[in-house]
């Protein structure tokens, strides 16, 4: 028995204490245990971990391959790793140090924070954007400023916008393109002037390339790839959108050899290491699994294009998302909150999707839908979604 | 045969219902051009039939399959073809197919019972002069039929709300 006058909450950090629960929790709660609704709130694929990959992973485990890995990974998947994003983003990264598999992007989002910030340090994040990265800075100390972006400019972030949130204080710029929510991806022209506001504030950039593998008619251009800015960006990536792996927490990090030294150090005596299995099926994701991969964006693509094409007949404006596998249209002409149109419609009509309110500022009005899911399924949602809408417009 | 008709042709096996426009909608096409593209394939015998893969067992059907191995004696100038052609007429013929390998003919047949697989094997296939020998196999389950599973699929375990 606890002999305290307090209550349990007062123990807590208020770092932690403070933060909000997450808008989905509630959409999670809404929707657990029932079998009866169409899915467009999935935020990973729906293809199953290629046969040859987990095959692999079978594999290992029969050679008794159980053991801890070195701290960083194994040499074996970093080589494999590096020389895919040379091939894939001519992004060039020394195995030995330059390169830390990690739990997940997320963990590797976690130790790029904590190796960085602290407290009142600002950390600018444009938004609408994935739900982690507001939280997980603040729990470091940090000061988060979110940067709003807009349909218009199908969600890019502009150096206009990026300038008025940058103070002396500003020390981390968190890009997350191709984006979650909102499908929306940078290019050359993009870029350039916020590599220019990057240099010139002095910023650190960690960079969530999850989705790079997911961009449709056009290669994604990495934000390290640009002039100058590779000793001054962390690279995220991982397995689970490109390869189907979401379940292996698989991922990595990559950046100048001291700030990687430095999330080493808060990974080896956190995490110790990733998994040794998901790493062994990593190597051959990477090795003979590319193929496998394009023939899944090849499928994301197709179902992309009914899914936009389904929400501008039913006349809800919806910018093209050039990447990842979220449509984001715009439910304003409903007259209903993101909330309310995504409650109505689960509740209804039996189709989940995300309100765009909990990605921040700029996602109030829309709604994330992910088209990671079967044709018929899709179909068969986008004409409750038409009934819903005619219904409230 | 161009990219655009292999895709349709993908499309369309994975199912066959798809009308034109879903599947330019899927292509970013033209439906015009979808339906073009069928028609000339439906002409050139490319795509020559729309049929559903069922799954037997869950019919509670007591057919009986057997593949069935042929070795024969090829006729010169025609090769295998009028033999083949002789043994692929039969209604219970399902498939036919020219091997490489061990024997020559390799022929998938169905009928009610063994008794009848077995007739036609002794009475039909056996008797043609052409025939040198034969082996029966029998089916006695399907797990995977045409690049699909037939049971046990993989379902969906994903939650129904993920970040």
């Known amino acids: 028995m606890l002999k305290t006058n307090r209550s349990m909450t007062e123990y807590l950090s208020p770092l932690v204490k403070d933060i909000p629960p997450s808008g989905i929790r509630k959409f999670f709660d809404l929707v657990s245990g029932r079998k009866d609704i169409i899915s467009l709130g999935v935020g990973e694929p729906d293809f199953v971990t290629p046969w040859h990959v987990r095959e692999a992973c079978v594999y290992s485990l029969e050679k008794g391959k159980t053991t801890y890995t070195q701290n960083a990974g194994l040499p074996e998947l970093r080589e494999v790793i590096s020389a895919y994003l040379y091939k894939q983003f001519a992004l060039k990264y020394e195995p030995s140090n330059e390169l830390l598999i990690t739990v997940g992007g997320s963990e590797a989002i976690d130790l790029a924070l904590r190796a960085l910030i602290q407290p009142g340090d600002e950390i600018l994040i444009p938004e609408p954007c994935y739900v982690s990265y507001s939280p997980i800075s603040s729990i470091v100390g940090g000061k988060t400023v979110g940067i709003e972006t807009y349909a218009k400019d199908d969600f890019k972030l502009t150096a206009e916008s990026l300038a008025e949130q940058i103070t002396p204080q500003s020390k981390v710029l968190i890009l997350c393109y191709p984006s979650n929510p909102t499908g929306g991806i940078m290019t050359y022209e993009d870029w350039m002037p916020i590599v220019n506001l990057v240099e010139e504030h002095d910023l650190i950039v960690i960079s969530d390339e999850i989705y790079a593998e997911l961009t449709y008619g056009q290669k994604h251009l990495s934000f390290a790839s640009m002039p100058g800015m590779k000793d001054r960006t962390i690279v995220v990536s991982g397995f689970s959108k490109a390869f189907a792996m979401t379940g292996w927490r698989l991922g990595y990090a990559c950046g100048h050899q001291d700030l990687i030294a430095a999330m080493l150090k808060i990974h080896q005596y956190t995490i110790m290491c990733a998994p040794v299995m998901a790493q062994q099926a990593g190597i051959e994701a990477l090795t003979n699994g590319l193929e496998e991969k394009d023939r899944m964006v090849d499928s994301y693509n197709q179902r992309r294009r009914l899914v936009v094409k389904g929400f501008r007949e039913i006349g809800l404006d919806c910018h093209e998302p050039k990447g990842a596998f979220y449509a984001f249209p715009s439910i304003q002409s409903t007259g209903l909150t993101s909330e309310q149109f995504a409650e109505k419609l689960l509740e209804e009509f039996k189709v989940a999707a995300v309100p765009g309110n909990v990605f921040g500022l700029g996602g109030e009005g829309f709604i994330r839908c992910s088209y990671a899911t079967s044709v018929s399924e899709l179909n068969e949602a986008l004409e409750r979604i038409e009934k819903f809408v005619r219904k409230y417009q | ?163």
Do not use: C
């Not at chain 2, 998938?108 to 009848?116: M, R, Y």
């Open chain 2, 1 to 163: 045969m161009n990219d655009f008709k292999l895709k349709v042709l993908e499309l369309l096996q994975e199912d066959a219902r798809r009308g034109a426009d879903v599947i330019a909608t899927l292509l970013g096409a033209a439906e015009g051009e979808v339906y073009k593209a069928i028609e000339e394939m439906e002409k050139d015998s490319v795509i020559v039939k729309y049929a559903p893969v069922i799954n037997w067992s869950k019919v509670h059907d007591d057919k009986v399959t057997g593949i069935i191995e042929v070795q024969i004696t090829p006729e010169r100038g025609r090769g295998f073809d009028t033999i083949a052609e002789r043994i692929y007429r039969y209604p219970e013929v399902k498939t036919v197919y020219l091997m490489s390998g061990a024997y020559d003919l390799q022929i998938e047949i169905e009928g009610k019972t063994l008794k009848e697989v077995a007739f036609f094997v002794s009475n039909k296939l056996s008797t043609i002069d052409s025939v040198l020998s034969t082996k029966t196999h029998f089916i006695l389950k399907k797990y995977k039929q045409d690049g699909i599973i037939l049971e046990d699929h993989e379902d969906d375990h994903r939650m129904l709300i993920s970040p």
